[in-house]
């Protein structure tokens, strides 16, 4: 016997209007936020990094062991990541970007991966006692931060990306004496002369 | 009838755009203030929407002239651009104004 079914659906509640306004308000955000790319990426603060490695690379060239010149560049790199901070934060603020919107979110998050990827290889190159590796893994990781970020950025942090692993590429196969060089070349020369390009194109 | 909303300033909420209302519209509005011009593909696949759908309603909007369109070819495939007209900026921001005073006026009850 078939079973009774009534006539009429259940009646279902209306929504109300103002959870269409709320929920119009989080997909105007949402797709502005898809389609944005995060744009604060400091010219001047990149090429102020680069500025940096040319006297950490002088340093480096005096030290006398692995470990000293481990450390120069360890410290060098802290530096320079303080002064793309500030220069960051500071792009960011007068352009009026929040740090934690969504492009900026996925920007780091894309970024950072090969960047944890390369202190763990550093740990494990040192201890391993294949330092002459680490300047080539250095500048491929850094590149690839740049590529994998720099989808979610403007078009020339990719390019830089790229140029920072040619560069570590080419690192990897030569004599480990060079390695110095190569870390002037990426994290100096590249970052200045990308610098200079995204602060006179991106407005700083 | 309930009274009509007001803005946070206290003046009429605008007139309501039904142009900009419609979902796909309003995504192409909004992907467009976020960027100064995306092209044809990078909406479809940002709206995840069919080229007919798409350029159907972005043809809505160019009429209304919210967006503008410009067609070049990138070595030989014909490449379609749009940004977002002055006026199309405008518009958007009316609506804003309109959804926060609809939410406004609810929470005032």
Known sequence: ?204 | MGNAPVVKGGGPVPDFDRLIHERLRLGIVSALAANDTLTFNELKKLLKTTDGNLSVHARKLEEATYIACQKSFAGRMPKTEYRLTEEGRRALGRYLDHMEALIQAMRDR
């Not at chain 1, 010219?43 to 005096?62: E, I, K, N």
């Not at chain 1, 802290?78 to 970007?97: E, F, P, Q, T």
């Open chain 1, 1 to 204: 016997m078939a079973s009774v079914q009534p006539i009429r659906p259940p009646r279902v509640e209306p929504v109300g209007i103002h959870s269409h306004a709320i929920d119009n308000l989080r997909f105007i955000r949402e797709t502005m936020e898809r389609a944005g790319s995060f744009t604060a990426v400091p010219g001047w603060g990149g090429f102020a990094m680069g500025v940096v490695a040319l006297p950490v690379t002088w340093l480096g060239s005096r030290q006398t062991t692995a470990e000293a010149w481990l450390w120069t560049w360890l410290l060098g790199g802290l530096l320079a990541v303080a002064i793309g901070a500030v220069a960051l934060n500071y792009k960011a603020g007068k352009a009026h970007v929040s740090l934690l919107s969504g492009p900026a979110r996925k920007f780091a998050l894309s970024f950072a991966p090969p960047l944890i990827v390369g202190a763990l290889l550093t740990a494990f190159l040192y201890r391993a006692n294949l330092t002459g590796m680490i300047p080539g893994i250095w500048l491929l990781l850094f590149g690839t931060g740049g590529v994998t970020g720099g989808a979610f950025s403007v078009r020339i942090v990719p390019v830089m990306g790229l140029g920072f692993m040619a560069l570590g590429a080419v690192a990897l196969f030569c004599p480990p004496q060079w390695g110095s060089l190569f870390l002037a070349a990426g994290f100096g020369g590249l970052h200045m002369l990308f610098g200079v390009v995204i602060a006179r194109k991106f407005g700083g």
